[in-house]
């Protein structure tokens, strides 16, 4: 998987699904997400979730073929906490934690 995949979301968060980066902070309650996925080929996708059990889905974004770039939209938890993220089709490897305070 590339180094250059990126998620951003507008200036409070930034996730690279790389091994190497596992974390992001979310402050905003409306997310948008522009997803860009760097890896010709290989599908991607961003779902947050309760906990890394993954059993209470927020949000899960359609899958994207690289190369090519989504924007994804929906409303972060209201209660603070530290929740998790993944791509669903790489689950061991592209994951980290969101936060809303």
Do not use: W
Not at 16 to 43: C, E, Q, Y
Not at 53 to 75: H, M, P, Q, R, W
Not at 94 to 100: A, H, K, L, S
Request: glycine share 6%.
């Amino acid at each position: 998987m590339s180094a250059e995949n990126s998620c951003v979301a507008g200036a409070s968060a930034l996730y690279k699904p790389v091994r190497a980066s596992r974390a992001a902070l979310l402050k905003l309650i409306d997310v948008t997400i522009t997803f860009i996925n760097n890896d010709s080929g290989v599908p991607h996708n961003i779902a947050f979730c309760t906990s890394s059990s993954a059993a209470t889905v927020i949000y899960k974004g359609e899958n994207i073929l690289g190369v090519s770039n989504i924007t994804y939209t929906f409303d972060a938890p209201t209660t603070p906490g530290t929740y998790f993220f993944r791509c669903d089709i790489h689950p061991s490897t592209m994951t980290g934690e969101f936060i809303v305070q």
